[in-house]
């Protein structure tokens, strides 16, 4: 991302462009602004101006929660296989490899043990830039272990989801990473293990029909589509003008889904005051 | 085609890997049957036009729904409604009867069948999270009560409506799974029509999930598949064929654990001949799950689960 051509701050207050047009992705859809990719950064990716959150990577999110060096990353050399052998317009062996060139990730998930304000978790991170946080094998496989790990290691779990569903090209395998994974949580339950879940923009589909709506706590960042079908899908069916923020946090926040929405800023506090009260398990 | 006999040695080559157990004798017959399916030639080669037929015969119009079983199947059935929150979903059925000598719970989608009317009044088996709420109520009895769980799926999904979401669907959707998790009973699951997405998964994590010969089961539609990957709807043909929702397939890789086969011209063609069948396999499964305690039930089922995905490292 970084070393992007980059002009400073220019604020106008224009809408979001119908359908989301292709932009720069340092310019915010939803006010213009522009920012140097340094800029963004500094400030975890959120525009000064209108504090639209942009979409935020594995490792930088890691990086913006996490005390520094704790991460220790787990299960890295899971990889897809392609059970089905499938080909749609692509090959999906070739759509994974692309995905790995493009975001230097092994999958959609990232894994392992981090620490926040010296306290110990297990820790799984998304990133959307990989075939849309989509969940496989891979995914699915990676967060059961995070739960295992959790209950060895009698530290709470913090998932910070992003994703736009089941990975299609593994077929009803895909699917089955849903009840997996839901298992997977019930199994920390029975141990008394806290489970946090932290749904960033856009945890969708079959994420929100698994382990992402399952947390003790379940907190989103404003402006997350969190929805189990998308709104053009919707629209399609009802075939009526769809509430302005429907399926996000704050309309999600209103029917009581969701426990808090929390800025990005107020994150790491917020997840390290949480830690603080669940205390460690035993 | 697929015929009796190959899904008679489909269903006991899955029966056989997943006992793992060591011994020259099962491995022999392993081998054995392995062969002779290589020998019928079907396998991956079953075309396009099989698969589709799966998709055909899994929406077909006269196709029995969950209803149609349960008067087959079930005595003393009683139907129990609401959610006792916010409404009855008429898309999902669910209440007690007795089924082989003991009282069960039973949960199903449920399609309308004739006119627009009564297809609209179903929702087309497209259930809304009260819906799920309602089965997992009826899960909780079941549980307290020491009643087996019987689940049909027959859904093209959850419904994709606002309401849908501004209720929580997805997070319904999670907490119906979550439920079936913690049964401390018996659970047996059957496919028998559509098995569509995250509106099928909501009723399928069982002990045991069985599928009819010709019902689908998959992660999205064919024509979502189509529309997303190949960008066209009308492909919907090639997606099936290269996600193959049928029951071979899903039985090779391990999602189900039986087929149960339906009447030479599927499920419509004979109502009660496919109840019966589908009623011999029911007590069949029900039957292996008698001996297990609660806990090793949820133990079995969670591990069932576990297993799930393919993947290198
Ligand atoms: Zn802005």
Redesign the interface.
Known sequence: MAGRIDVSIEHKNSPPEPGGSKKHPNTCPKCNSHYRDDELAANLRVCAQCDYHFPVGALERIEQLLDDGSFIEE?A?????D??G????RSYKERIAEAELKTGLGDAMLMGQGKIEGLDFQLTVMDFSFMAGSM???V??KF?RACERAIERKVPLISVNASGG?R?????????????T??????MRDAGIPFISVLTHPT???????????GDITIAEPGTL????GPR??QQ??R?D??DD??LAE??FR???LDAIVRRRELKPTLAKLLRLFGHVG | MSGELELKLRDRLAKLKRLHLPGAGISDEVRRIEQQLEKMDSGDERDEDEIWRSVEFARHPERPYTLDYIERLIGDWIELHGDRARMDDPAVVSGLGSFAGRTVAVIGHQKGRGDAVQRVKRNFGMSNPEGYRKAMRVMDIANRHGFPVITFVDTPGAYPGVAAEQHGQGGALAASQAAMARLTVPAVACVIGEGGSGGAIAFALANRVLMQQFAIYSVISPEGCASILWRDAGQARKAAAAFRPDAVHCLELGVIDSIIPEPKNGAHSDYDEAAKLLGSSLRATLDELKKMSGKDLRRDRRDRFRSHGVFAS
């Not at chain 1, 050399?77 to 296989?81: F, G, K, P, T």
């Not at chain 1, 839901?182 to 199994?187: K, T, Y």
């Not at chain 1, 969190?226 to 079908?229: K, L």
């Open positions: 299960a050399d899971l990889r897809s296989a059970p089905l499938f080909f749609d317009l496989g094998s891979v699915g496989e059961v089941a299609m090209q593994e077929g009803i395998l895909s699917l089955m990473q849903v009840p997996k839901v298992c997977a949580v019930e199994n969708t589909a079959g994420l929100l029909a698994s382990f992402a709506t399952l969190m929805c189990f079908t899908v919707v069916t009802v009526e769809l509430p429907f399926g309309s999600n029917f009581g889904h």
